[in-house]
């Protein structure tokens, strides 16, 4: 390597000084801005959903799953599904809300050669998927026209 490449990866590195981990607040961000793009019937059939970030899943949400590791899930979708919704509306029900996960998300992010764009859109579709009752090849589908 001569002089004038490590001139080159120098300034390459320099540019990696600066940067930080997607905070929650630039993670939702994110998980937002990859909503638009998901394909607009898709976004009409799912219609008002709240989207939160938290840096890990809760103890009771990960027993309940009987998940072990706090890295175990990427998101949740929680409320009632299309396939469970009833005509008549339940008093006290949570509006339907997908939850990421920041520290899962990221680890995975790091462990596989994938933009986290990518990753936060599919897990965004995997667990719209969940509300609409989806096949994997139907969110598979969903994926693709967003991208």
């Given at each position: 390597m001569g002089e004038r490449d490590d001139i080159a990866a120098a300034r390459g590195?320099?540019?990696?000084?600066?940067?930080?981990?997607?905070?929650?607040?630039?993670?939702?961000?994110?998980?937002?801005?990859?909503?638009?793009?998901?394909?607009?019937?898709?976004?009409?059939?799912?219609?008002?959903?709240?989207?939160?970030?938290?840096?890990?899943?809760?103890?009771?949400?990960?027993?309940?799953?009987g998940v072990e590791s706090d890295f175990g899930i990427l998101g949740l979708f929680q409320g009632?599904?299309?396939?469970?919704?009833?005509?008549?509306?339940?008093?006290?029900?949570?509006?339907?809300?997908?939850?990421?996960y920041r520290r899962p998300i990221l680890d995975?992010?790091?462990e596989y050669e994938?933009?986290?764009?990518?990753?936060?859109s599919h897990v965004l579709v995997h667990e719209i998927g969940h509300h609409f009752g989806l096949s994997d090849d139907d969110m598979e589908a969903i994926e693709k026209a967003a991208s």
């Open positions: 590195a320099a540019d990696w000084r600066e940067v930080q981990a997607p905070s929650l607040d630039d993670l939702e961000a994110l998980a937002r801005a990859t909503y638009v793009t998901l394909p607009v019937n898709f976004r009409r059939l799912v219609g008002d959903i709240a989207m939160r970030v938290a840096e890990f899943p809760e103890p009771d949400v990960l027993a309940d799953l009632i599904g299309m396939a469970q919704d009833s005509a008549v509306e339940d008093t006290g029900q949570l509006p339907n809300m997908i939850w990421l995975y992010w790091a994938e933009t986290l764009g990518a990753v936060v």
